[in-house]
């Protein structure tokens, strides 16, 4: 058993946790940091996805970090590009000597006698347990299950001959050429492999029970290619963020406020692509844009190979798996050498670890969510989770410029815990997300909770907390602060709570 201290205790080293030992780096230099990584390479998701043609399904101006600018061509990255832009912003601010890979984190406890956070991890080669401390712990490790995605139970399924496959545990080397394919879903994996793998020969049948909106976006930005010629390199970046940025939010007001006619333009956009001889039926979704979250395609890929015939859309229920393929509730049958599974992931909070306070278990559900970043009564804890409605990174970005504020609004003041406090009590039953998506309603009772009002509420708007998370106050009433104070009988948190 090895015993390790630092001041800020990342976990995950994907794009969240890089970018928040980047944002430590620059903003809070005082403090010392190390990030634990059960995979052994920097990436997080985009090390994790091998399917074909996985990218990112937001463009790269957003995706990418606010300090750093994303100077390839291309609006929606390959994964590959994705996670060679993150290992080499670890590499320009030195973080890889702070990363602990191979560590699976089983727990963490926050101690009010010690005042720090001990977190027990499991060194996956050697099989070593080992515990690190922490003033403060930081989850950076993104909001799904890695070992496990999700796939309903489908009968006869053990029949099936062929091969079943979920996209989050891809098979290297898959041979796919010239076999019947049957994608399951309709979402971003679904709308991903189609093109891709037909591109490569296989004869590829999307199946979905409902249609999903979908919405070409370009595959270059031509008028930041233009700029490139005559200006610098991070201005590029931020005017185009900054439109990118405008545009997303102005698409998703626009949606609320007049879906119908969001509606009508989505659709005939899809219809000037697909052609006459394509029913638009496989493309009609009976819930309104943004309700769930719009597939994104560059340059309207998925819409060429269906209306080109090298793919196509199935838009029925399954009966059950056959030995050659998948009966359908219509009768209808889809012959199969391969059935993916692209239906979904399974959702978890902080990284699937479980927390206590001394030794009391932090239940998600029973917590409310502080500025959509820390969980109330949870001491020196802080989480990053992107917006619903834009790119991840955006949240992501202001989340760590304010936990470098908070650390050193505390170093300046002395404080030593910082614990979110809900004095009026404006919990709802409403979860922290309020999208209506499969994965977020099917871990609906493992996600805190929203809030009625300012700072519970959470907005999923950039523009409004961007002012908030990067200017407004510290101690702003809801945060407790206090100072160290050695306890005999009762843990800190515990005499703040009068227990």
Request: with cysteine.
């Amino acid at each position: 058993m090895s015993n390790k201290h630092v001041d800020v205790l990342i976990v995950g080293a994907g794009l969240s946790g890089i970018g928040a030992a980047c944002h430590l780096t620059r903003k809070a230099p005082n403090r010392t940091y190390a990030i634990l990584e059960r995979r052994e390479r920097i990436g997080g998701t985009w090390d994790l996805f091998k399917y074909p043609g996985i990218r990112s399904d937001s463009d790269m101006f957003t995706l990418g970090y606010n300090f750093r600018p994303w100077t390839e061509p291309k609006v929606l990255a390959d994964g590959n590009s994705i996670r060679q832009y993150v290992e080499d912003t670890a590499e320009e601010y030195d973080v890889k000597k702070h990363i602990r890979f191979g560590r699976k984190v089983i727990k963490a406890n926050w101690s009010s006698a010690d005042n720090h956070w001990a977190v027990e991890t499991t060194n996956e080669k050697t099989g070593e347990q080992e515990t690190f401390t922490a003033n403060f712990l930081f989850s950076c490790g993104g909001y799904y299950n890695y070992d496990e995605g999700y796939k309903p139970d489908f009968p006869g399924e053990k029949d099936f001959k062929g091969q079943v496959i979920h996209p989050q545990h891809w098979p290297e080397n898959l041979d796919y050429k010239g076999k019947k394919v049957v994608v399951i879903g309709s979402g971003a994996t679904a709308v991903t492999l189609v093109p891709a793998m037909a591109k490569e020969g296989a004869k590829v049948t999307m199946l979905q029970r409902s249609p999903t909106y979908i919405a070409t976006v370009p595959e270059v930005d031509q008028i930041s290619v233009g700029m490139r010629r005559f200006m610098p390199e991070m201005m590029v970046y931020r005017l185009t963020r900054a439109r990118n940025i405008g545009l997303q939010r102005m698409v998703f007001k626009l949606s609320t406020q007049r879906p119908k006619l969001v509606r009508r333009a989505l659709l005939a956009a899809a219809k000037r692509q697909l052609g006459d001889d394509v029913d638009m039926a496989h493309f009609r979704p009976h819930y309104n844009p943004w309700d769930e979250r719009l597939c994104a395609v560059p340059n309207g890929d998925l819409f060429k190979t269906v209306r080109n015939g090298d793919a196509e859309i199935v838009t029925d229920h399954i009966e059950r798996f056959t030995e050659t393929g998948i009966l359908l509730k219509s009768g209808k049958e889809l012959d199969a050498d391969i059935i993916i599974t692209a239906t979904g992931l399974n959702l978890q909070m902080l990284g699937g670890v479980k927390s206590t306070i001394d030794g009391k278990p932090v239940e998600p559900r029973e917590s409310l969510v502080y500025k959509g970043m820390m969980l109330r009564d949870v001491p020196n804890m802080a989480l990053v989770f992107g917006y619903t409605n834009s790119s991840w990174t955006l949240k992501a970005d202001l989340v760590c410029e304010y936990v470098c504020r908070l650390l050193n609004h505390m170093e300046k003041t002395g404080a030593q815990t910082v614990i979110p406090r809900d004095k009026d009590n404006c919990i709802t039953d409403d979860n922290f997300l309020g999208m209506q998506s499969g994965y977020i309603q099917r871990a609906n009772d493992r996600l805190p909770r929203q809030g009625s009002k300012e700072p519970w509420k959470v907005v999923q708007n950039y523009m409004v907390d961007l002012p908030k998370l990067r200017l407004g106050a510290i101690d702003d009433g809801f945060l407790e602060f206090d100072n160290y104070q050695p306890v005999k009988k009762k843990g800190l948190v515990a005499s703040l709570l009068g227990a």
